[in-house]
């Protein structure tokens, strides 16, 4: 992963994304081969790696006993820094949190507790920062607070490791993406290459018929009464498949057409629903 990237890291349930975070973040020891952060290795010299990173874990884990802002002088001592309330009271501002910050941990809802741990991750201003599942039951509204924030974090130089079954998140905000399954890398190259690596359209039909007259180009996805998902090579097999149909009579109800997105290259990956 290059310095400043917004990196991708994609599979299914059980893919091991968590697990190489964890190994990155020194919480589990890998059983062979080597990790490192921003060149510090995360066994040798896990005192520097650990200082370089901010992890966002994917459960909420919280302490019931303090505040917001009890909680992140806490997060910020662990790392030896003191006097830390101004960049603290400027992550919860950006994280929407200001109105929180002598309530107690408890007392907030889910979301909140999430972008606490996201707040947490940042109090020490590591250069890389990975988010496992960030938006996990975040609504929408906080959601693009969030990503607002970690758009600017990135922007300001910060590396971003994102782990997430929203596709449609890694799509719009990772430069290049690395898909897992059972423990291998299966995939590595940018968002665009990844997308375009499926060429092809996908068209849907509805139309007055049960089936479609014969000669029309493309492969039938599904066929459901008048409903019909067709796989289309190019944009000539699309024109040939319309004029196919008026030829044929066909009355065309309703249609779509659309390219392959992220979810697509995933499933033909990993040959699993995220």
Avoid at 30 to 50: F, K, N, Q
Wanted: charged share 25%; net charge neutral; aromatic share 6%.
């Amino acid at each position: 992963m290059e310095e400043g990237e917004f990196f991708g890291l994609l599979g299914p349930n059980g893919a091991g994304k968590t697990t190489l975070i964890n190994v990155i973040a020194g919480l589990v020891r890998a059983d062979a081969g080597d990790a490192r952060v921003m060149g510090a290795d995360v066994r040798a010299d896990y005192r520097r790696a650990r200082r370089m990173l901010g992890v966002v874990p994917q459960e909420l884990v919280f302490d019931p006993f303090f505040t917001v802002r009890e909680t992140l002088r806490l997060q910020s001592g662990y790392y030896g820094l003191r006097q830390n309330d101004a960049w603290i009271d400027e992550v919860m501002h950006h994280l929407d949190l200001t109105g929180k910050a002598d309530a107690n941990m408890r007392s907030l809802s889910g979301g909140m507790k999430r972008r606490v741990l996201v707040a947490q991750a940042l109090v020490h201003k590591p250069p890389v920062i990975v988010l496992d599942e960030p938006t996990a039951g975040v609504d929408v509204e906080l959601r693009q607070g969030l990503w607002q924030f970690v758009r600017r974090m990135n922007r300001d130089g910060h590396s971003i490791v994102l782990t997430t079954h929203y596709l449609e998140e890694a799509e719009t905000h990772c430069s290049r993406i690395a898909m897992l399954k059972e423990g291998r890398i299966v995939a590595l190259d940018t968002t665009r290459n990844l997308l375009g690596t499926f060429s092809g359209l996908e068209l849907r039909l509805h139309i007055d018929r049960t089936e479609l007259p014969p000669g029309v180009p493309g492969r039938i996805v599904s066929a459901d009464g008048g409903d019909f998902r067709l796989r289309l090579a190019n944009y000539r097999e699309l024109e040939n498949a319309l004029v196919g149909l008026r030829q044929a009579g066909v009355a065309i109800r309703e249609m779509e057409v659309s390219p392959p997105d992220l979810e697509e290259v995933f499933l033909r990956l990993t040959g699993k629903a995220s």
